[in-house]
């Protein structure tokens, strides 16, 4: 399972447009590459269900939020405190999304892909908010993405959808060129 979490780094008591916005707009990212979302910390205080009609009573966004519902009848749709102690494991590895990836830890896209063809989850973590991640949860993710390579910023949901459209696009491509390469050397057999 790969999944996309969000982690509110805007207000946490007031419910603002940008937090059921990037829900709206995150929920067909997830659905067309496969990936399950996740929202951390975010200021609503209502069940799962309940903040799913919300968002889609408040938004024309993802077919007016078809997409978020469809996402929540899968069981594909988390939303949940930031934990102090590190990330649930079904949500996979964590990957801090930063355009300051510590060398150390720094993965790329085609990391990603090779390990979500081996079966590999990640947890892919946005901030939401100006600041992006919290320096807490970039420290403590094991490994990080710079979606860029080259340490551009960007805003959370331009993050948002080039994060599962790149990776998941090599993906699609090495899947691509295996079956040409396996058909090729049928051929030739």
């Known amino acids: 399972m790969q999944t996309l979490g969000i982690v509110n780094t805007y207000d946490r008591i007031k419910v603002l447009d940008a937090h059921y916005r990037a829900i709206a707009r995150a929920a ?4 067309i590459f496969g ?3 996740a929202l951390f910390d975010f200021p609503f205080d209502m069940e799962k269900d309940e903040l799913v009609k919300y968002v889609v009573e408040k938004t024309t966004i993802g077919e007016s939020g078809a997409y978020l519902q469809q996402l929540n009848e ?3 749709f988390f939303v949940q405190d930031l934990p102090k102690k590190g990330f649930p494991a079904h949500f996979g590895k964590p990957v801090a999304t930063t355009s300051r990836a510590d060398e150390s830890k720094r993965m790329t896209a085609m990391d ?5 063809l081996h079966h590999d989850s990640y947890l892919f973590l946005v901030g939401l908010g100006r600041k992006g991640l919290p320096k807490s949860i970039i420290k403590q993710a094991p490994n990080h993405l710079d979606i860029s390579s080259g340490g551009t910023s960007c805003e959370t949901c331009t993050a948002m959808g080039a ?3 790149y990776i998941m696009g090599i ?3 090495i899947k691509s060129n295996k079956h040409k390469s396996h058909k090729s050397f049928k051929h030739f057999s």
């Open 74 to 76: 899968d069981h594909h």
């Open 28 to 31: 067909p990212i997830c659905k």
């Open 35 to 37: 990936f399950s979302l």
């Open 112 to 116: 990603a892909a090779q390990g979500i």
């Open 171 to 173: 993906v699609e491509g």
């Open 163 to 165: 994060i599962p459209a």
